[in-house]
């Protein structure tokens, strides 16, 4: 029998102080009934389902209320997907209780009762997610309510997570017999220097304490005995564990790369924010993926240690891992070699499970903060209806039996290549080469185009950067032999003429964004590669007062303009898998010849500096923008896309913005009419890019502090390096003719 696909919401319902976060509302998930639809697609067999305690009674001695929950199951048995119910996933349940309530495991078998009598159906269940690290989020460390951190708090909500879990089976298996528990844990492993090989062991064996205690593992002989006594814990309750005959029917393994920790005695190597220590030795607590030389084991090292541990039936319960798609689809198509390569080792590995399907909010700051981050997965909510990834399209293969054939896949993940290690290495460096099929980049001396070469790097993607001697985009011989030489999956074209007001007299800018783009697209389309073209908000006429979207009519004031929209239909209509990317108004980190640099470099140097008032733009931020077109280009993405920074402002708004951002002189900063800026080019004086396809980039006041966290004032150009007029353009430097 081959594994099965599993899959779930991101369904995490936690408490910081007296604020519930909710995952289920923050994806909208929570309001999609034909999510479900989306996820049966894919060939899954059973769906964790989130029927979670929070959110079903909101009163304690009120009703439980069914209404969400009622349409979605019956959806799912029309759908044939079976579901996995699970009733606490990183909370501490509702208002009235919390983790270390000694009525908590009570409570909790109470509502798992109620739940089994409502859905009597239902064979499978998690009472409690990941027991173990939410005791050590709320009990430990502190982050999550009630917001302790010592070892009795720990203990105490971890056997009350435990016990209500034993209860929970209890109640459920009164109503329906064979019902059945898949219990999930983070079963992060921690490595360390040899001094501190003592600690290791004690964190490596706490790791295994929720799936020991419900499999009666945890007698007076076990290694944390004297450490739960010690804190707090009773004999007779640990006994309970014993008597209970509660093991897991199968055990839930989740692992990630931020849960695999190392241990360092050289704190001299690390910033003191990492440095901490347990009363008798400091120490560097870190990621073991930036400080060990030696490749993690992750999934398939996690689940055979659990096959030997227990001998029970095991599945991988959550693969996510938010980061840039390609490594998303690295990290699954891994997780399910590794899944595989385990069964076939003799382990009963029944299942892997595409987690938080409709991506996750906040976990960049461990869900304590309520900030929007948004990292998406196999949908993206940004769109409405969420827009399929790259990663959907995976794992709908894996779960119809068909071989994943993504180009991307061949390379190995940013967790096996050297550039992981973010310290100085403990142990020999292992690493694995950059490998597959390479993008093509055009526009080497460009902005842009040197921007995607420095991200492709970081992201794992081989790639070729090209100067116009070796692939003239206007030139059907040169692109011919240029494809046939690299072999490319995809071409980017950054390449192009930028100068908006010579275009109006100057013929290369028709051949440059005009004929090249069309031979580009006509080698590209018959050779089945894709293809990313970059096109303008100059566009458009300015006519509107609200952003313009993929759909508004295109119609061009200028020359520049009129050779960007013929590139669109060109592609359009010959190439109708390529990807147009319309931008606007460059700034960024890695060149200093845009409008933000210039700007602020006169502000610090207390010289008065004129924008235009009456036009406006929308301000992009050349890392967010690259980032944004390859994952688009990863999904498959055609047509055209408006990617710019959410957020529109004058240029004389935007130097304001930069300069107050900056804590320079606002007051330096003039503005003036466009026209008195000798822009021979006519301007839409309105400009602004909104999208309807989805809105994917941060916001305009996000990205600029990022780039003034990445770029010092040191390393503002000099005083007139580049004239005024020329800034005050639409700045399109994406790349510039070789």
């Not at 309530?101 to 509502?111: I, K, Q, R, S, V």
């Not at 020991?212 to 640990?238: F, I, K, M, N, Q």
């Not at 921007?451 to 070729?464: S, T, W």
């Not at 408006?642 to 300069?659: D, F, K």
Request: hydrophobic share 40%; net charge negative; aromatic share 8%.
């Amino acid at each position: 029998m081959a594994i099965e696909l599993w899959a779930g919401p991101e369904c995490t319902v936690n408490r910081v102080g007296d604020r519930f976060h909710d995952q289920l509302r923050a994806s909208g998930f929570a309001e999609r009934l034909d999510d479900l639809d989306r996820l049966a697609a894919l060939g899954i067999r059973r769906m964790r389902f989130p029927l979670v305690w929070e959110r079903t009674q909101a009163q304690r001695d009120g009703p439980y209320d069914w209404d969400w929950s009622d349409p979605r199951l019956a959806r799912l048995r029309e759908l044939g997907v079976a579901p996995i119910a699970g009733l606490l996933h990183h909370g501490s349940g509702p208002m009235w209780t919390s983790l270390v309530d000694p009525a908590f495991p009570e409570l909790l078998a109470e509502f798992a009762a109620a739940a089994a009598r409502r859905y009597p159906d239902i064979d499978a269940w998690t009472p409690v997610n990941e027991p173990l690290t939410t005791a050590r989020f709320s009990g430990l460390y502190g982050h999550w309510y009630p917001h302790r951190a010592d070892d009795v708090s720990f203990v105490r909500a971890l056997l009350n997570q435990m016990r209500g879990t034993v209860l929970a089976m209890r109640a459920i298996r009164k109503v329906n017999p064979r019902a059945t528990l898949v219990q999930t844990e983070d079963l992060g492993c921690v490595t360390s220097s040899p001094s501190l090989q003592y600690q290791a062991d004690f964190e490596n064996l706490r790791r295994w304490l929720s799936f020991d205690l419900l499999a009666g593992r945890v007698t007076p002989d076990h290694g944390l005995w004297g450490y739960l006594r010690g804190s707090g814990a009773t004999e007779e309750e640990l006994r309970f564990f014993l008597e209970a005959d509660c093991p897991p029917d199968i055990v839930g393994i989740n692992s990630y790369l931020t849960s695999e920790r190392h241990l360092d005695d050289r704190i001299d190597l690390y910033p003191p924010e990492l440095v901490g220590g347990n009363g008798r030795q400091r120490y560097a607590d870190v990621e073991t993926v930036r400080v060990r030389g030696a490749l993690l084991g992750s999934f398939e090292a996690r689940l055979a240690e659990a096959g030997e541990r227990y001998g029970l039936p095991l599945a991988i319960t959550e693969v996510h891992l938010g980061c840039s798609r390609e490594e998303q689809m690295r990290w699954l198509h891994q997780a399910w070699q590794a899944a595989n390569r385990v069964r076939a080792a003799g382990h009963d590995v029944r299942a892997l499970t595409c987690w938080a399907a409709f991506g996750s909010f906040d976990w960049d700051s461990l869900v304590t903060r309520a900030q929007g981050h948004y990292e998406p997965a196999l949908w993206d909510v940004r769109s409405t209806p969420p827009r399929p990834t790259a990663l959907a399209r995976l794992a709908s293969q894996l779960g119809h039996g068909e071989a994943p054939d993504h180009p991307v896949l061949d390379a190995p993940g940013w967790w096996q290549r050297e550039s992981r290690l973010r310290y100085r290495a403990h142990g020999h460096v292992h690493a694995l080469p950059l490998r597959g099929r390479p993008l093509l980049i055009t526009g080497a001396t460009g902005t842009l185009g040197r921007a995607f070469a420095r991200m492709c790097e970081l992201r794992g993607l081989p790639f070729h950067l090209l100067r116009r001697t070796e692939l003239d985009v206007a030139e059907p011989a040169s692109v011919r032999a240029a494809l046939e030489r690299w072999q490319p999956w995809a071409v980017i074209n950054t390449a192009g003429y930028v100068r908006v007001d010579d275009a109006e007299q100057d013929a290369r800018c028709w051949r440059e964004n005009a004929v090249g783009p069309a031979a580009l697209a006509r080698a590209c389309a018959a050779d089945g590669i894709r293809l990313v073209n970059f096109s303008s908000d100059l566009v458009f006429d300015g006519r509107k007062s609200s952003p313009y979207v993929e759909s508004d009519e295109a119609r061009p004031l200028n020359a520049y303009g009129r050779a960007k929209r013929e590139a669109e239909i060109h592609l359009l209509q010959h190439a109708p898998d390529a990807l147009t990317i319309r931008t606007a108004a460059f700034f960024g980190p890695w060149d200093e010849h845009n409008f933000v640099t210039h700007a602020l470099a006169a502000l610090r140097r207390n010289q008065p500096w004129q924008a235009a008032n009456d036009q406006w733009v929308s301000p992009t931020y050349v890392p967010d923008l690259v980032q944004a077109t390859l994952d688009l280009l990863v999904d498959g993405e055609s047509g055209i896309w408006h990617l710019a920074n959410r957020g529109a402002a004058t240029w004389c708004e935007l130097a304001a913005m930069a300069a107050d951002r900056a804590g320079l002189d606002t007051g330096l900063v003039q503005g003036v009419p466009g026209a008195s800026l000798g822009q021979p080019a006519a301007r839409p004086r309105y400009s602004v890019l909104g999208s309807e396809r989805g809105l994917v980039m941060p916001s305009l006041e996000e990205a600029l502090d990022r780039y003034l966290a990445e770029v010092p004032p040191s390393a503002c150009p000099p005083q007139a390096a580049v004239a005024p007029e020329v800034l005050h353009e639409t700045l399109e430097a994406a790349s510039a003719l070789p």
